[in-house]
């Protein structure tokens, strides 16, 4: 095995983001020697260049819309990305047609007459692999950066067949020795214009608009570090919902400059009439305080909140009261939208004091009121009292039935500091029943800020739980929300140490826009 630490930049000075990737070196490192064409061969070779490399050039007929499966005139299989494999790194081969997502590619414009090539399954493009400019160079799929090795020049001829040529290094998607036996890799060489560098492109459909399509996971990273109480996006790679690359270049996406300056606990939501999302956070920075008591005694009634239409442009931050005076704290607020009431219950964790210094000592509990737009608040009411702590509380609907779940704050018991579940066919009901506790024990030391989503393709829940002071998010998963059992994913990547946020399932045109505009 070999741990490759960084990647080279496209440039000198551009932004350069260590990742660690971990693959078989005999796969990718083969030798680069490259067989002679029999000299009849080659002759025919060179006169079917001639044709297709120093023809009337003609522009490739590509829908950016469309995912296609793409062929190799030389063997008739299709480029497929090896094993299904998610992973930055996995090898590029040719293969039988399946149909799968593995083997399904969209084009993506990336200027100056070149396309990124992007994988289905992954989200990931194309690439040279280690920005090698050599014959024979691996071809791999890798974290979408737009970078010279991810760009490609796509040249269509007269019989409908295309060539596409590397930007970085000038050559030309190749199966390697001329190959026509499946799980042959794919390589690039000198543009020679033979058929085993020929590719038709054969659509699968649109990128589905609408369609269910990938996550966007928006965190904070905790109050480590200064900038660690803002927002930071990852993005999955592609319809993955366990595998996640950040956004932004590892940087925040959205600051709070109000307040006391910090946005912990970010969630968003989407109005289901206007379309336009709310992201409300907790209006709190620890980071250089560290004072707990003061900050759940003294701290913000407020709700940090902003508004986008696309979820990538969000508006300035502002602030909006919804906890009353006798309230000390206002942490980890989401919201869910009400059928019942044509509108969103938000819902916060608050410790509430009955002298008006808030000396005296007392215990969180989750409150929540309503709202349509997230400047008018209907006046705060108490939703769990259980006569001891319990804060960040997140929702969930299946079949009609909501399902809460709620971080038990009680130390010393074998429960607390760990989940607890609870069920109601009314959303504002303050009398839920209950169904299972100790969710994340045995796996995780302690947990808190629960987040709950739906995969797009399947009848699966995933629930990540925030191990604070450890890991961060851990993710849990299962198929029947009322059975309340929840088992450890074994199988994950999540981006850095990830701390209390929110996922949101996507549309395909939702995860475009995310994806092209970082």
């Known amino acids: ?50 044709v297709f490399l120093f023809g009337p050039p003609a522009q490739a007929a590509v829908d950016t819309d469309t995912w296609y499966t793409i062929e190799s005139r030389h063997s008739g299989l299709v480029l497929d990305i090896e094993g299904a494999s998610t992973d930055p790194g996995a090898g590029l081969i040719q293969y039988n047609a399946t149909g799968a997502a593995n083997q399904q590619f969209r084009f993506i414009d990336a200027g100056d007459g070149y396309h990124r090539i992007q994988a289905r399954h992954s989200g990931h493009s194309l690439d040279v692999y280690e920005w090698n400019p050599d014959n024979g160079a691996d071809i791999v799929q890798w974290t979408d950066n737009n970078n010279t090795v991810q760009q490609w020049q796509v040249t269509e001829n007269a019989e409908g067949y295309h060539t596409f040529v590397n930007r970085f290094s000038g050559k030309a998607l190749d199966v390697w020795n001329q190959s026509t036996e499946p799980g042959s890799r794919i390589s690039q060489y000198d543009p020679t214009g033979s058929t085993n560098q020929q590719w038709r492109l054969n659509p699968e459909g649109g990128t589905g ?3 269910p399509y990938g996550y966007l996971f928006a965190y904070m990273l905790g109050e480590g570090s200064a900038d660690g109480e803002q927002v930071y996006y990852a993005l999955s790679r592609g319809n993955n919902p366990l ?13 709070s400059d109000v307040g006391e300056q910090g946005a912990r606990d970010p969630h968003i939501v989407r109005h289901p009439d206007t379309g336009t999302f709310y992201m409300i956070a907790t209006d709190l920075k620890i980071h250089g305080d560290g004072d707990w008591d003061r900050a759940s005694r003294h701290g913000s009634r407020s709700l940090v909140v902003w508004e986008s239409s696309d979820l990538v442009n969000w508006s300035s931050a502002r602030l909006e009261q919804v906890s009353p005076e006798s309230a000390g704290n206002t942490w980890a607020p989401e919201a869910y939208w009400d059928p019942s009431q044509n509108a969103f219950v938000v ?17 969180h509990r989750m409150m929540y009121s309503t709202t349509t737009d997230f400047r008018n608040f209907s006046p705060a009411q108490v939703w769990v009292d259980k006569g001891y702590s319990t804060i960040d509380s997140t929702i969930a609907e299946d079949g009609g039935t909501y399902y809460r779940y709620t971080k038990d704050e009680r130390s010393g018991g074998s429960c607390g500091k760990f989940i607890l579940s609870e069920f109601s066919s009314t959303l504002t009901d303050t009398d839920w029943s209950f169904q299972t ?24 829940w995933y629930m990540f739980i925030d191990e604070y002071g450890g890991d961060g998010y851990t993710p849990f998963e299962t198929t029947d929300l009322s059975g309340g059992q929840w088992s450890p994913v074994s199988n994950y990547s999540l981006p850095g140490r990830p701390r209390h946020g929110t996922v949101l399932p996507l549309t395909a045109s939702q995860y475009e826009t995310i994806q092209n505009a970082f």
């Open 437 to 460: 506790e100790c969710i994340g024990s045995g796996t995780i030391d302690q947990g808190e800020g629960p987040l709950v989503f739906k995969s797009n393709t399947e009848n699966r």
């Open 1 to 50: 095995m070999y741990v490759d630490l960084a990647r080279a930049p496209a440039c000198p000075g551009a932004p350069h983001v260590p990742v660690t990737l971990t693959y078989d070196r005999e796969l990718y490192m083969r030798p680069r020697t490259r067989r002679r064409l029999p000299g009849l061969a080659a002759a025919a070779a060179l006169a079917l260049a001639a």
């Open 347 to 363: 819902y916060w964790a608050s410790k509430l004091y009955s002298t008006g210094d808030h000396s005296d000592d007392t215990y």
């Open 243 to 255: 595998a996640y690359d950040a956004l932004n270049g590892g940087q925040p996406v959205a600051v």
């Open 209 to 211: 608009g609408d369609d």
